[in-house]
């Protein structure tokens, strides 16, 4: 295989590191993404603050329609029926697309040493997670752990987009310094 790559000149690592630029999404998803961010945080306050106000369920939205509303169940299985609040489901979805959108948009210098910062900080992201969910697991125990799972969720990409633009901000200082 190795003959046969050196022969057709490939370079795998050249073509799996350099190319990943194609997989970033335009620049203009940066603000999207940060309004996005914006509504899904205020959102998530209020929702702190005023649980019993923001309460939103199928059958509400299916009213907003003109649908008829949909028989809720009275039981306490967990499972979803139509009188599930689904307020913070979409929070959820408001904060991780936003996060995708503001973590994997293209920079406006996007060069290799850009990309190299990138990799970089998802893989930093990837064990500080790590070590955040490993203590976690040793110091909560029972249904305190449920939270910690939800946020869970979201920390990995939210540290990434800190590690990543902290790392962009030190490379620059450091480059205007040195002109």
């Known amino acids: 295989m190795y003959i046969l790559c050196n022969e057709l000149n490939f370079n795998f690592k050249s073509y799996f590191i350099m190319k990943t630029t194609r997989m970033l999404l335009p620049r203009s998803f940066k603000v ?22 923001l309460q939103l369920t199928l059958n509400d ?4 329609f003109g649908a008829e509303p949909l028989p809720t169940k009275t039981d306490f299985s967990g499972s979803f029926n139509a009188g599930s609040d689904l307020t913070l489901t979409f929070i959820g979805v408001l904060m991780v697309v936003a996060g995708v959108f503001i973590g994997f948009s293209r920079n406006k210098d996007e060069d290799e040493f850009i990309e190299q910062i ?18 976690c697991l040793i110091f909560v125990w029972g249904l305190s752990f449920l939270p910690v799972m939800f946020c ?13 633009y902290i790392r962009v901000l030190i490379n620059k200082k450091t480059m205007r310094n040195e002109e």
């Not at 939205?61 to 907003?64: K, Q």
């Not at 869970?152 to 990543?164: D, E, Q, V």
């Open 152 to 164: 869970s969720l979201f920390s990995l990409l939210y540290f990434f987009i800190i590690c990543f």
């Open 61 to 64: 939205l299916r009213g907003l």
């Open 32 to 53: 999207a993404g940060l309004c996005l961010f914006a509504v899904g945080a205020i959102l998530g306050v209020l929702y702190c603050l005023l649980p019993d106000s």
């Open 118 to 135: 990138r990799y970089e900080s998802l893989q930093l992201s990837v064990y500080l997670n790590s070590i955040v969910l490993v203590v």
